[in-house]
């Protein structure tokens, strides 16, 4: 099942992000001491949003098929809608867990400004 592996792999590798160089990261920010478990709630927390696209394409069409726009545009942008949000969810975790241990100050790609790591 795709779903379940999105989520184990998002869980997975955002918990081996977390744990890499915990110590140094606790020593840059308080919060990354605070955040240094990544447990079944937070993933789930973090996950809301896919389980409501993956409940709403279960209804709707039933078992998962591959992502085909012409034949099942719906079903395939309820796939697509899934996929992104684990991908960005991911993404966000890597950055704000591994971005803190930047040598650099990271960029806004909305303004240009310089912002913290983490």
Do not use: M, W
């Amino acid at each position: 099942d795709c779903v379940a592996f999105l989520l184990l792999l998002f869980y997975l590798v955002g918990t081996k992000a977390t744990r890499y160089k915990s110590q140094l990261k606790s020593n840059l920010d308080q919060s990354a001491a605070d955040s240094s478990c990544r447990g079944p709630s937070q993933v789930l927390a973090c996950s809301v949003f896919g389980i409501i696209f993956q409940l709403a394409h279960v209804y709707h069409y039933g078992e998962e098929h591959s992502i085909d726009f012409s034949k099942s545009p719906h079903a395939s942008s309820l796939a697509c809608a899934l996929i992104a949000h684990h991908a960005t969810s991911l993404a966000d975790t890597l950055a704000s867990e591994l971005g803190i241990l930047s040598k650099s100050h990271p960029v806004l790609i909305i303004s240009g400004k310089k912002v913290p790591p983490g």
